[in-house]
């Protein structure tokens, strides 16, 4: 019905209910004869309904009016018949709720569907919630029987107590565990610091121990270094704020040096990113870069790319033979070696410390790998050097790769093979680009067994200072061999003067051999190395040469090896 108080047209929901659903209500079978009674009152219900619906929509019509007034009395009667009608119509529509429930569920079936899950979800916490509570009821009825309450609390309560003591025996069977760990490290700590105290040897069992605690001794006072970490001695004129300032461990650079150092950064970074067009393409100018030296940030990347290192790498080796044993004498011989190897280097320093231990491991471990050269004293220097730059495993097959890739291996198996060979050079070359030192020395005796083994076995390092020391390292890996021949050369060229001068014959070349590798600037060195017209044909030819000659007792060279 659309009539309300105030004139005003207003929605009949039973109405509105009826004109949705009236199809269904018509189509229902299950109607008895009292239903049809009712259905009949309902149809004249609607033909009511059309009359106020000619009302509401000519409300000024004088016909309409009169119609309207005559039938006012008849109004109450009219309200009684529809409320009574109306009642029946709500008992209908209930009835038929049965088939226009299916409809509605149609429409809102997303809606319904989902408010299903979630109150299934909440029953079925519910429901395993009270589950829980079921089942360790049960569990305890079960266990408990018909225990009294007091009795199932002394249960639960001595149970508890049980569970706590067995928890505060496995707490403190831990904590002694842990209270004789830290005492055995104490004990180990304190055998290792009164061995360095007392200055003794170093022995397989202590640094077997060292390993065992990561042992790191702590020094007593702050040490002043180098870039590269070599011990600088303090001056009187320093303080030791200075020390903790830094200030003793690099002057200050000028910004014209800065920016030189940052715009060669920027060129390896470049070069880097593309070395296969460099290596291949561009060789010149990575060979001028390498000569002028390697950005110290880039060497361990660099180097490694030099010599090759992946060819030689092979997965979980370097591990394996840790758990290798290697001989007794083999392990005293390189012990006694740890203490020799770069003893003003910091990190090398420290006995018993990470870096003596590192380079034990490397060594003794490249010994058990190859069986061929074993160790021998010098290869310590090498390996130091890498282990200044990079991780054990990287350092141990770059050595590798020296000794294959570079030739080294002949100047460590026995009877060093290859060292003669390497003297003949040397001469060859002597006489060549330096005459009368060579007459001089040949004169008086001076082989070069006497001072040049250590700079082919050892690459210069036991001999240089560490900044001039990785330069020719730069240059040694991208290059090869050939250019240890070049320092040698321009060692004993810068120092030719003073060989000539001497008066004391093999006395005063002995004394001048000594400066030659101290001191030195390292610019100068570069510039009269790269100075000699030498090429690696020369080289590859006296080496073919000396195969012939070597047991020709009566040649010039041979007699001076």
């Known amino acids: 019905m659309k009539y309300g108080s105030f004139g005003k047209e207003q929605d009949c929901p039973i109405q509105k209910r009826n004109e949705q659903e009236g199809s269904d209500i018509e189509d229902f079978d299950g109607l008895d004869s009292e239903d049809e009674n009712d259905n009949k009152e309902n149809n004249n219900s609607k033909e009511n309904k059309s009359q106020f619906k000619e009302i509401e929509l000519n409300p000024n019509d004088p016909k309409i ?3 309207f007034t005559n039938s006012a009395s008849e109004e109450n009667d009219s309200d009684k018949n529809s409320n009574d009608e109306n009642k029946n119509n709500i008992n209908i529509i209930n ?12 429409e809102t079936g997303k809606f319904n569907d989902k408010d299903k899950q979630i109150n299934t979800k909440k029953n079925d916490d519910d429901e395993d919630s009270d589950s829980n509570e079921s089942n360790k009821d049960s569990s305890e009825n079960e266990l408990f029987g018909d225990k009294d309450e007091k009795e199932v609390k002394e249960v639960k309560e001595e149970k ?9 025996i496995i707490n ?8 004789k760990e830290i005492k055995k490290n104490q004990e180990i700590e304190k055998i290792l610091l009164e061995s360095i105290k007392n200055k003794e040897n170093a022995t397989i069992q202590k640094i077997d121990m060292a390993n065992e605690i990561d042992f790191k001794a702590i020094p007593d006072q702050i040490i002043p ?3 590269f970490g070599f011990i600088i001695k303090n001056d009187n004129n320093k303080s030791n704020s200075d020390i903790k300032n830094g200030s003793l461990r690099e002057s200050v650079r ?17 070069m880097i990113k593309h070395y296969d067009e460099y290596a291949k393409k561009k060789y010149d100018k990575l060979k001028s870069r390498t000569r002028k030296g390697i950005p110290d940030c880039f060497r361990s990347h660099i180097w490694q790319i030099f010599a090759k290192k992946e060819k030689y790498y092979k997965k979980d080796v370097y591990n394996q033979l840790n758990s290798v044993e290697l001989d007794e004498d083999t392990k005293i011989v390189i012990i006694k070696d740890l203490d020799r190897t770069f003893p003003a280097l910091l990190f090398f320093r420290e006995k018993y410390g990470k870096g003596q231990r590192e380079l034990y491991r490397v060594l003794s471990n490249y010994s058990k790998y190859n069986k061929e050269t074993g160790y021998l004293q010098g290869m310590g220097f090498i390996v130091a050097v890498f282990l200044s730059y990079m991780d054990e495993e990287s350092s141990f097959f770059m050595l590798d790769s020296l000794m294959k890739n570079y030739g080294l291996e002949g100047y460590y198996k026995p009877n060093f093979p290859d060292l003669k060979k390497t003297f003949y050079i040397l001469l060859n070359l002597m006489k060549k680009f330096i005459p009368k030192v060579y007459e001089l020395f040949r004169k008086e005796g001076m082989m070069p067994s006497m001072y040049a083994s250590e700079w082919f076995i050892c690459i210069f390092s036991r001999n240089l200072e560490f900044n001039s020391l990785v330069r020719i390292f730069d ?8 250019v240890i021949y070049r320092f040698a050369l321009a060692f004993l060229k810068m120092k030719e003067e003073k060989f000539l001068a001497g008066k004391d014959g093999l006395a005063s070349i002995m004394q001048t051999m000594n400066e030659c590798t101290e001191n030195i600037d390292v610019e100068k060195v570069f510039k009269i190395a790269f100075g000699f017209s030498l090429s690696r044909d020369y080289i590859e030819k ?9 047991n020709n007792k009566n040649d010039e060279f041979i007699k001076q090896l």
Do not use: C
């Open 254 to 270: 000028p910004q014209s040096e800065l920016l030189l150092i940052n715009a060669r950064m920027e060129k390896w970074s470049h």
């Open 95 to 106: 009835d038929n709720n049965v088939t226009s429930k299916g409809k509605e569920d149609q």
């Open 475 to 482: 240059v040694f890996l991208l290059e090869g061999f050939k």
């Open 160 to 168: 508890a107590k049980t569970q706590k003591n067995e928890n505060k």
């Open 65 to 67: 009016k009169n119609k």
């Open 542 to 550: 006296k080496g073919i040469e000396y195969n012939i000659v070597k």
């Open 172 to 179: 403190k069977k831990e904590d002694d565990e842990f209270s």
């Open 225 to 227: 270094t180098d870039e």
